[in-house]
């Protein structure tokens, strides 16, 4: 699904001032794919400002190491985004996960595009740069300052290597491919660092983050017979823990460690009346479809729901549509 750039690159060059921005509780797909691309796009000269609906999460700060990233209504008053010529969404085609930029997109009189690698699509009423093939939305900046004849410097390498680092769950996702690790090749040969890199996103968690990891794993239940496990986090396991609602991030994927697992799930609960829905697959289960049915979305492997309602509520029926979807579940 090879991305045809030229609209884009074009698009680039007619313009002057630019906006981006991406979804919330941003992982580092969203922040390097942000850092990256500004620092590409000023390279050209242009006029570069990040906006996001809420502030990069404290555990991935590395990121923005210099404060870069405006939050709405609070360091990018709604004001303050007007006149821009281009708006530019990465890692995300869902208004869903916008939360309050949705609507600065929505009333945004310039040109709009998206640069993604989500399967799941809405239409964001912008020009579309997808391929839902790739590793990370930083693998599409990459190709992307190819065309543009931008050269890669540490800055630029840096963010994009986290990125797909992360996205890829270090390197060991079916998504990964020889080109990733050429890419992964020429971001390290232009500055980025895989040892100081691995440093920052997996040996600098707070105890809280362990402590509340403790209590995931400890919940976690099997069913059809260990094919599916699943477990929660309540509002009072992130208060006693003291973890951040970010804090949960990852910890999905030791669910996937037990032999037998095919599927995978998470209710986190975020607020009284909203529930975060992780689903992780490795079986060819198409967690993406099934989060289809409750408004979310994602990837065939790793998808998401935000659910409307108590935690008990969405395990009912987010398991059940496992259990259904699963076919023969009788070992419970
Ligand atoms: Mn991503």
């Known amino acids: 699904m090879k991305i045809d750039w030229l609209p884009l690159v074009e698009m680039i060059r007619s313009h002057d001032r630019f906006l981006l921005t991406s979804h919330q509780r941003a ?13 590409i796009l000023e390279t050209l000269g242009k006029q570069v400002a990040i906006v996001n609906a809420d502030g990069v999460p404290e555990h991935i700060a590395f990121m923005d190491p210099y404060g870069r990233v ?14 821009y010529d281009v708006m530019i969404v990465v890692d995300t085609s869902a208004w869903g996960q916008l939360g309050g930029m949705a609507e600065v997109l929505r009333s945004f009189r310039g040109v709009k595009a998206v640069i993604d690698h989500h399967a799941s699509e809405d239409d964001l009423g912008a020009q579309v740069f997808k391929d839902s093939t790739a590793e990370a939305t930083g693998r599409l900046i990459l190709q992307l300052a190819k065309e543009l ?29 020889a080109d990733t690790f050429a890419a992964l090749a020429k971001l390290t040969a232009a500055g980025a660092n895989p040892a100081r890199t691995f440093a920052e996103l997996f040996e600098q968690h ?9 209590r995931i794993l400890q919940q976690v239940t099997p069913e ?34 037990v032999k037998g697992v095919e599927v995978a799930v998470l209710f986190v609960e975020l607020e009284p009346l909203v529930t975060k829905v992780s689903l992780r697959s490795r079986s060819g289960f198409d967690v993406n479809q099934l989060a289809a049915q409750f408004g979310g979305g994602g990837h065939k492997a790793a998808a998401g729901i935000t ?10 029926a987010v398991l059940e549509a ?7 579940c ?3």
């Not at 992982?27 to 620092?39: F, K």
């Not at 270090?170 to 990964?176: E, G, K, L």
């Not at 659910?307 to 009912?316: D, K, N, R, T």
């Open 70 to 83: 405006g939050v709405l209504g609070s360091s990018a008053p709604l004001e303050a985004l007007r006149g």
């Open 307 to 316: 659910f409307a309602g108590p935690m008990v509520e969405a395990q009912q």
């Open 330 to 332: 009788g070992g419970k």
């Open 206 to 214: 707070s105890l809280p983050r362990l402590h509340l990891r403790g």
């Open 27 to 39: 992982d580092c797909d969203a922040i390097g794919s942000e850092m990256a691309l500004a620092l």
């Open 149 to 177: 004849g931008v050269s890669l410097t540490p800055e630029i390498a840096a963010p994009l290597f986290a990125a797909i680092a992360t996205d890829t769950g270090w390197f060991r996702f079916p998504s990964v491919t």
């Open 322 to 328: 496992v259990r259904l979807a699963m076919g023969e």
């Open 224 to 257: 059809c017979g260990g094919r599916m496990m699943w477990t929660h986090v309540t509002a009072a396991d992130f208060s006693e823990t003291g973890a951040q609602k970010t804090d949960t991030e990852d910890v999905i994927n030791m669910l996937l460690t």
